[in-house]
């Protein structure tokens, strides 16, 4: 429209306006990620698993490494009697909790936002509200992990003043990125509010990552018939994929070693 136009229409100019920025808003919300936000671990390539005590970050250079490769390299070095080096970066790992957390300081001050967001989660730990400033310093650098645990903190109240349209904010910047709880989070949000419609689209997209909990919240919707059999089949489908596709000899090893 001309500007003449839009000056003599602008109600309606405005309302689509805001109309269309919705749409744009949804396609970036509901785009499936690649990956979750935790993506391969940088030693066998593999998909990381969603479940984060599967995997360790590496203090002195913020990469996660998957068990298996953690314990196939420490099988390694017991055996050979090598020295214990990190398996990405070389160097020497940390003797001690107090070295851990120094090498961690020293990335989070070279602005790793991983680093900075592990900083964030010690201070939460210890019940420090000033967890909140290192959160929102690492979602400012994109952390998906920081946007995440700032919707908490908006959620709480906790270093920050309740705001749930932050709260959803952050849930949402999280899902885009690929947390798949944020993502399911989002989901029992919509459902709570009757729109199942967007909720299911949320499960489905946490499900294709191998989220447990969003194909159980599936499950349920398929038997109450807010989900198609076919609906349901393909989401099945995609979580066992996302499930096998973390799989590897070395992990399989560990976990049984766990139970």
Partial sequence: CSDKCQQEHLPHHEKACKERAAEL????LFRQPESSHLGDCPICFLPLPIDMKNSTIMSCCSKMVCSGCSHAIFKREYEENLENICPFCRTHSPNSQEECHKNTLKRAEADDPIAVCEIGEMYYRAGDESAYKYFAKAAEMGDAVAH????DSYRRGEGAENDE????YHLEE???RGHPDARHDLAMEEGRNGRFD??????VIAANLGHDDSIQSLKKCYTHGVVSKEGFAAALRAHHAAAVATKSLQREIVAKSNN
């Fill in 174 to 176: 999280a899902a885009i």
């Fill in 25 to 28: 808003h949804d396609e970036i």
């Fill in 148 to 151: 995440y645990n700032l919707s």
């Fill in 198 to 203: 967007r909720a299911v689209k949320h499960w």
């Fill in 165 to 168: 349209r932050k709260e959803i």
